[in-house]
């Protein structure tokens, strides 16, 4: 069977209309052929009856569709991205001219967010065409759907031959699924390094992925050129505080040889003055023996280390002072055990040695919490003084320090993906070494 087909609303509306005027109608038509009149009356009044119901009623549709049409009209231009045309709407309170106002307000509302759109994507277009950073957009597919023109440089390529083309094909595939964040790239200069950033986003519902990538070559020559100069001013340094005094006593021992009347404890001179030399000698061999092991700190070879057992075997390892062990929970973290115990020695040497000299007490434990395992070491000396200079390679102030034991530790922590702090205690005198991992 076919479907039946249904009324429109203006067929409706003119029905009703007939409907509701077909009673008076009827009785304006009994009365004029129900009173003796002539007939050519009965016919003109029917006639006149039958125009103004069929009139009136065909007017009532029409009051009730165009209002329809007009807002059918506005919002088709409102699809269409036409925010410029309006609806009359007069200053009288009623159902109809609220719609027409809400729908011109809903017209301007969208015209000011899609000004706002076209000025935002202008904005995003002019940033990525005056930047000297590389982007690339890719689908799910892998296939190149945006480029900004410092990307265009880096390939060779204009966007009209790159756009469409798979990340395989323009040299991208490893960059895209890889993990680094600092490359060489397979073409172009193979001497230049390049920062990479990857981040997802969706458009039109799809995944899509973004690859943001900038040189950073001259950045990290500038790095490795202040590396080296930091490197060759605490040589220059620690050098210099050897070399100086050794250079003058070998010249007086010189000239103490040279002399022809010798005083009776000429002997005695030069054996002090050997002793120095040799003593300074010693000095500079523990300070490049200390910046090596600084340097050739190797990667943590990681797997399970329970905290609780390291610090009670590590306290144990301190004859001067035995640090009391606070027992925290039950714990087992992802980390090499012997750079993580001499991170601990140190910590533990230093609080050993602050103490010392106030005469307090050391204390060392363990917690948890946040996706983390702090240790943490406390001691009762005179707390820190110059805060600045903590992790500064070289810098002590302990007689016969080599200073690298905290930058070390704080290297150790690092490579872990933790943090080494060292801070006075907020509760009484002394300092707090924590030494933070991921558990």
């Known amino acids: 069977m076919a479907p039946r087909r249904r009324l429109t609303h203006e067929t409706r509306a003119l029905f009703l209309a007939l409907g509701a005027g077909a009673p008076g109608a009827a009785v304006a038509l009994f009365f004029l052929w129900t009173g003796g009149r002539p007939a050519w009356l009965s016919w003109t009044g029917t006639v006149a009856v039958a125009g103004c119901w069929l009139a009136l009623s065909w007017r009532l549709r029409e009051h009730v569709a165009r209002p329809l049409r007009t807002m059918a009209s506005l919002l088709e231009a409102l699809r269409e991205g036409d925010y410029s045309i309006r609806a009359r709407a007069e200053a009288r309170d009623d159902a109809l001219n609220e719609a027409m106002q809400q729908v011109n307000a809903m017209a301007a509302t969208l015209r000011a967010q899609r000004l706002g759109a076209l000025e935002a994507t202008a904005l995003l277009r002019k940033v990525m065409e ?11 597919e892998k296939k190149l759907r945006l480029v900004n023109p410092a990307g265009e440089r880096l390939l060779g390529e204009p966007s009209e031959r790159l756009i469409g083309r798979e990340a395989g094909s323009i040299g991208l595939s490893a960059i895209l699924e890889g993990a680094e964040q600092a490359v060489r790239l397979p073409f172009g200069d193979p001497t230049r390094r390049w920062s990479i950033g990857r981040s997802m986003f969706r458009e039109g519902g799809l995944p899509h992925q973004l690859l943001v ?4 070559t001259q950045p990290l020559r500038e790095e490795e050129l202040e590396a080296w100069q930091r490197l060759v001013r605490v040589l220059g340094h620690e050098l210099n505080n050897s070399l100086a005094p050794i250079k003058s006593i070998a010249g007086s021992m010189g000239t103490l040889l040279e002399r022809r009347d010798q005083n009776e404890d000429w002997e005695e001179d030069m054996r002090r003055g050997l002793q120095i030399i ?5 000095a500079l061999s523990r300070f490049l023996s200390s910046y090596a092991r600084l340097a050739k700190l190797p990667k943590p070879v990681l797997g399970p280390v329970r905290i609780g057992e390291m610090v009670q075997r590590v306290a144990g390892l301190e004859t001067r002072m035995r640090p009391r062990v606070v027992p925290g929970p039950e714990v087992t973290v992802p980390a090499d055990a012997d750079q993580i115990e001499q991170a601990l020695i140190n910590l533990i ?15 060392a434990g ?5 996706g983390t395992v702090t240790v943490w070491v406390r001691d009762e000396g005179h707390g820190i003084a110059n805060s600045g200079n903590l992790f500064v390679p070289f810098f002590t102030t302990k007689p016969g320090g080599s200073g690298i034991g905290l930058v070390l530790g704080r290297k150790i922590a690092e490579s872990h993906g933790g943090t080494l702090t060292l801070e006075n205690r907020p509760d009484r005198r ?5 030494l933070v991992l991921p558990a």
């Open 430 to 434: 002394g300092s707090e070494a924590r």
């Open 366 to 370: 363990w917690t948890r919490g946040n």
């Open 130 to 140: 005056e930047i000297d950073v590389a982007i690339f957009a890719f689908d799910q």
């Open 213 to 216: 990538v900038s040189d950073i």
């Open 278 to 282: 040799a003593s300074r000698s010693e």
């Open 349 to 363: 040497a230093n609080a050993v040695e602050a103490s010392l000299e106030t005469g307090g007490e050391v204390e």
